[in-house]
């Protein structure tokens, strides 16, 4: 299926795309595209993508990882997410409770809130949203 797509650093021409994706999962638009990589189809378009954010630790953590809902199952959160461990080792995470399985599949476990950066997990506290999101710290490394 990686045909289907390829890997690619983000590009300013991408931001509709990726603010659009943002969006319809309910977050904020990306502050930058600094550590964004975009999974492209074969016409250049965004399909996908993800940022990488360093915390203060030096841990990077996935922040976010998101596929458009038309390209879901052709293995582009798992190639982006596989190539972000390649580059950066150990990731960590917020998941939201409906895409735990989705971590779990990929080696990710369960861990303290206390390894997740701040500026990863300040949107958590007092969000509205909270008890239907059921979020999880998580790491792979």
């Known amino acids: 299926m990686a045909d289907l797509f390829t890997l690619r650093a983000a590009v300013e021409a991408d931001r509709p795309y ?3 994706y943002c969006w319809n999962e309910g ?4 502050p930058s ?10 016409d250049d378009e965004p399909v996908g993508f993800i940022r990488i954010a360093l915390g203060a630790n030096g841990a990077a953590h996935v922040n976010p ?12 959160g798992r190639a982006l997410m596989e190539a972000a461990a390649a580059e950066h ?5 917020v998941a939201r409770g409906a895409s735990v399985p ?4 990929l080696g990710f476990e369960e861990c303290d809130w206390g390894l997740i950066d701040t500026s990863v997990t300040e949107n958590c506290e007092g969000c509205e949203l909270v008890d239907e999101c059921n979020p999880k710290p998580m790491r792979r490394g």
């Open 65 to 76: 990882v998101v596929t458009h809902a038309s390209w879901r199952g052709y293995g582009v």
């Open 89 to 93: 080792g150990e990731l960590r995470l």
């Open 18 to 20: 990726l603010d659009a």
């Open 102 to 105: 989705f971590y779990d599949a």
């Open 27 to 30: 977050m904020d638009n990306l």
């Open 33 to 42: 595209l600094e550590r964004v990589t975009v999974a492209a189809n074969a």
